[in-house]
Nanobody, 119 residues
Framework: QVQLVESGGGLVQAGGSLGLSCTASGSIFSINDMGWHRQAPGKQREWVATISGSRTNYAASVKGRFTISIDNAKNTVYLQMNGLKPEDTAVYYC??????????????WGQGTQVTVSS
């Protein structure tokens, strides 16, 4: 069993910054990639960013404002969010493609953390 636990959400004014973190634990053999998605009220969940090795990818809506990074030793992925806008308000979910010690590969998701940006 693999668990992802997020932290760092909260309330911030427009133009401000916030950092999220997500730690994977459990029966992990290896992590292929980790990333972030978000879901705003009444909208579908959308992809935000992914990191795999040293390669990063971002949604157009956050590129240049958000930075994803990873600490492989801690199985922890971070999302630094700068220049936040009210439209960034959403529940942010961490996900990871994990090969468990059973050698099964699957995606895991965190429970989500709320980010609210006030105008």
């Amino acid at each position: 069993q693999v668990q992802l636990v997020e932290s760092g959400g909260g309330l911030v004014q427009a133009g401000g910054s916030l950092g999220l973190s997500c730690t994977a634990s459990g029966s992990i053999f290896s992590i292929n990639d980790m990333g972030w998605h978000r879901q705003a009220p009444g909208k579908q969940r959308e992809w935000v960013a992914t990191i795999s090795g040293s390669r990063t990818n971002y949604a157009a809506s956050v590129k240049g404002r958000f930075t994803i990074s990873i600490d492989n030793a801690k199985n922890t992925v971070y999302l630094q969010m700068n220049g936040l806008k009210p439209e960034d308000t959403a529940v942010y979910y961490c996900n990871a493609a994990v090969t468990a010690t059973s050698r099964n590969l699957r995606d895991y998701w965190g429970q989500g953390t709320q980010v609210t940006v006030s105008s």
